[in-house]
């Protein structure tokens, strides 16, 4: 076994520094890592957030009145209908009231209108007795004319809502009126076509049996 001496453990200060290693001879430059390019994080806009939170709002505030809006409405558009309805059919029946009130009156009044206008065309070549005996036939006539139910028609135009209920107040004279579905309320009255050209041809023969 080797003795180890002591003087060869002991460091000579005299003698010359052994030489370091070559690794260890020179500093090595330590490699730094390198550092990554900062984020370029948005930055946030305070105000731009709150104007699109508002906008947000608005819409759906917009949104839910729309929807109201259109209920509402709705509803206002069925009231009017139904309104309409009931008024329609309050106006067939005072209608038909006023024309079936008003039919003899207007078969009255046409018979005084055509005498009146016979009277007037007689007068002139006529002595009275025989006007008064043509007056009394030509009413004759007349009345045979607007009391003849085929002869008379009276054309309505009118809403569909409103003839029930005129039919149903016109009885027995509904059968004298022709409906026809139109806007808007009309009243038409045809006696035979034309009661001057179809019943004074029959008059104007009564009348040539008297003068001749």
Known sequence: MAVVDLSDLLQD????????????????PVARAETPPPVDWPKADPEQDVQAE??????????RLTL???AALD???LA???ELEAMLQNFGKSAAETIAARMD???????????????????AFLSEELQKRSLESLAQSIRAAVTDREA??????????????????LGDRAGEFDFIEA????????????LFETRLSEWATVLSDILS
């Open 54 to 63: 508002i906008a947000k709002a608005e819409a759906a505030i917009e949104e």
């Open 80 to 82: 009017h209908a139904t």
């Open 13 to 28: 200060f005299g003698a010359s520094p052994l030489p370091l290693p070559a690794a260890m001879a020179e500093p090595r």
């Open 183 to 194: 806007p808007g309320f009309d009243l038409v009255v045809n006696i035979d076509g034309n």
């Open 152 to 169: 008379v028609r009276i054309e309505v135009r009118g809403p569909q809502s409103l003839f029930a209920t005129l039919s149903e107040s």
């Open 105 to 123: 009156e207007m078969e009255s009044r046409i018979g005084e209108q055509s005498a009146s206008a016979a009277t007037r065309i007689l007068g």
């Open 75 to 77: 509803e206002l558009k």
């Open 68 to 70: 109201a809006h259109n």
